[in-house]
């Protein structure tokens, strides 16, 4: 009798005791063979063209391309493809070449690795930053260098698994999302038991797109002793005024001690950083392996320093992305649908269900529409969801496309809000 997958998810083969990898990727790959052959398997679908708001996908059992809406990309901006950061790239490459040769301490540290760095401090009205080569790792070695067992690390629960890897090796304890009673309840019941204490929040949440209320968490961190990092992968170039982020938005600039964001997404290249006081960023040059002990990124960042001079240079692709952003969500809720209470170029359309979930995946790309099925383990299991990203180069034509299949697959399979 053929398995019955309903019910299982990635997870499921994470580490399974007592028996031998081998036999478990033998099980996983399965899993993966059932998910296939139902239209299910819609990750890592190849592009044969460019990051864009339209894609051409090899997808699942088709020999040609697909042209398709995506609304799967962070390129929030549409900046991987801007024509002023292209030449800067193809300049930096020209001048500078391909690589950067060696790690930063011994070799490997050049003029545009500490222009950025300037860049990317200044942005954020401080001083020193450290780049690291993916946002990824400025999360897990920033955090890993500095906690250790003797430190504890209070997370948001919903914060990016590159925090949950970043805090192995110290004492960690959580708190609800954005839930400031338990934080308060975690940081009164830690009082002087820690070496240092530090509080782990994103700025835009990855998966709900909904903010964290900077200004009250940092206020009750510091009544507590304790020190506030912020990751706003996703808020900057995004959220606030002039596209600081979710710290702009709260002008919590003097009350965050450390910020980490990435250069992948509204930035359209790749790298990440972290912002800090200059004895903190000067400690990870040197103490910090992934860092220290890592080749420093290719000229080719000098793409990101032309990135965030457009940020200020052409707010209209702020502006575009915004209009873009309260057209699909109003749409979304005038058909019915659950996009909770997001704040940013993430829209989520929850739907609750595993099963519901894939289908609903697989009639969006049917219909001719990229999106993500989000399921456990990334949200819990009664919180899958369709997961979108919002480009300020959707046009108003893709977005209602967007919105018929809705429409379409809501007939089909129920999945508004039931009142
Ligand atoms: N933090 C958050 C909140 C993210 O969503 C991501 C990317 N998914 C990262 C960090 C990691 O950034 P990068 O893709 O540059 O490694």
Redesign the pocket.
């Known amino acids: 009798m053929p398995k019955d997958y309903t019910n299982t998810s990635f997870k499921d083969f994470e580490n399974i005791g007592g028996q031998d990898v081998f036999t478990t990727a033998a099980e996983f790959q399965e899993y993966l063979n059932y998910l296939k052959a139902n239209g299910h398997l819609n990750y890592r679908i190849e592009s044969l063209s460019p990051v864009g708001p339209e894609m051409d996908l090899m997808l699942p059992g088709h020999s040609k391309p697909t042209r398709s809406v995506c609304l799967v990309s ?1 390129d929030y901006l549409g900046f991987s493809q801007h024509s002023k950061i292209k030449e800067a790239v193809i300049n930096a490459t020209a001048q500078f070449g391909t690589g950067s040769g060696a790690s930063p301490a011994i070799g490997g540290h050049f003029s545009y690795h500490a222009e950025l760095e300037k860049m990317i401090a200044g942005f954020y009205q401080k001083e020193e930053a450290i780049l690291y080569t ?6 897990s070695a920033t955090l890993q260098c500095l906690l250790h067992k003797e430190d504890l690390a209070i997370l948001d629960m919903a ?2 698994a ?2 949950y890897e970043g805090v192995l090796t110290t004492t960690v304890k959580t708190f609800l999302h954005n839930n400031l009673e338990m934080l308060e309840q975690v940081l009164r019941n830690a009082q002087a038991q820690y070496r240092t204490k530090m509080v782990i929040i ?1 700025g ?3 998966q709900d797109g909904d903010l964290a209320p900077i200004d009250r968490i940092a206020e009750l961190t510091h009544r507590y002793g304790a020190y506030l990092v912020v ?1 706003d ?2 808020g900057i170039g995004v959220v606030g005024e002039h596209g600081r982020g979710v710290i702009e938005l709260f002008n919590a600039f003097d009350q965050v001690d450390i910020i ?6 509204a930035l359209g290249n ?3 950083y972290v912002v800090a006081k200059p004895e903190i960023i000067n400690y990870l040059k040197y103490q910090s392996k992934q860092h220290l002990f890592s080749t420093t990124a290719t000229p080719a960042i000098l793409g990101i320093t032309r990135a965030i001079e457009l940020v200020d240079e052409e707010p209209q692709w702020r502006t575009q992305l915004w209009d873009n952003i309260n057209y699909l969500k109003n749409g979304l809720t005038g058909l019915g649908l659950d996009i909770g209470t997001t704040a940013s170029a993430v829209i989520p359309v929850k739907i609750g269900d595993i099963p519901k979930t894939l289908e609903a995946g697989r009639l969006l790309l049917a219909a001719g529409i990229y999106t993500n099925p989000i399921m456990y383990p990334a949200v819990s299991k009664k919180n899958a969801r369709i997961r979108m990203n919002v480009m300020a180069t959707h046009t108003r034509a893709h977005l209602d496309q967007v919105l018929n299949a809705f429409d379409m697959i809501n007939s089909q399979l129920q999945i508004a809000k039931s009142e």
């Open positions: 962070n993916t946002g990824y790792t400025a999360n914060v990016h590159s925090v994103d835009v949440y990855s990751d992968a996703h980490t964001g990435t250069f992948s997404k790749i790298g990440g």
